[in-house]
Each structure stands twice: as C-alpha cells, then as structure tokens.
C-alpha cells in the first residue's frame, strides 16, 4: 500500500474558503479518479515562521503503478485548479510513502 501525501501551508486570507473547496470538491474528485480507496485530511501541529495553517491529506492507494497512473492521468487538471483559486497563498509539496507494516 502506498500513501500519496500533499503537506500544503495556506494563508489565513483564504483559509475558509480553501477548507471548503478541500473538503468538499477537491477531495471528492481526487477520490472519484478512482485511484485512491480513502483520505485522511489532518492538521500538522506546529507554527510556521511564514504563518498560515499546515495541513496533511494522505490519499492511499495499492501500488506505485497506480500514484503514477494518476499523476499522468489526473494531476495536472486537479493541481491547476488549485494553483488558479488560491495562487501563491497556497504551499504544497508532496511525498510518497510505502507503509510497512500496521499495528
């Protein structure tokens, strides 16, 4: 299993408005891709220098194959919305994790 993991910092001027778009378009089509069996949405618990609010959505799914299925397919499209409604007060990256094992 592998978790796709988008870390985004989000500036307190369009906070609101980006929860919303998050929680209820954005997600949802990164889960209708069909890609992604579940995400989890989480608050990282530190201040940032820059200020803003920190956040982590873990996208899971079942292989490499398929994350790079998405990033050919659909990523272009989902980020560049993104990147239109929120422009430079929106920081993302993103890392790739394998889980090992669960307890």
Same mark, same amino acid.
């Given at each position: 299993m592998i978790i796709y993991n988008v870390t985004t910092n989000i500036h307190e001027s369009v906070h609101? #408005?980006?929860? !919303?778009?998050?929680?209820? #378009?954005? !997600?949802?089509?990164?889960? $209708?891709? %069909?890609?992604?069996?579940? $995400?989890?949405?989480?608050?990282?618990? !530190? /201040? /940032?220098?820059? %200020? %803003? &609010? &920190?956040?982590?959505?873990?996208? &899971? &799914?079942?292989? #490499?194959?398929t994350l790079q299925k998405y990033y050919e397919e659909e990523a272009p499209k989902l980020r560049e919305e993104g990147m239109k409604l929120f422009g430079d007060k929106m920081l993302s990256f993103r890392t790739e994790l394998e889980v090992i094992s669960e307890h």
């Open positions: 609101e #408005k980006w929860m !919303i778009w998050m929680q209820h #378009k954005h !997600i949802p089509e990164m889960l $209708a891709t %069909g890609k992604f069996s579940s $995400a989890r949405m989480v608050r990282v618990l !530190i /201040e /940032e220098e820059m %200020g %803003g &609010t &920190t956040y982590s959505v873990q996208y &899971t &799914t079942d292989s #490499k194959e």
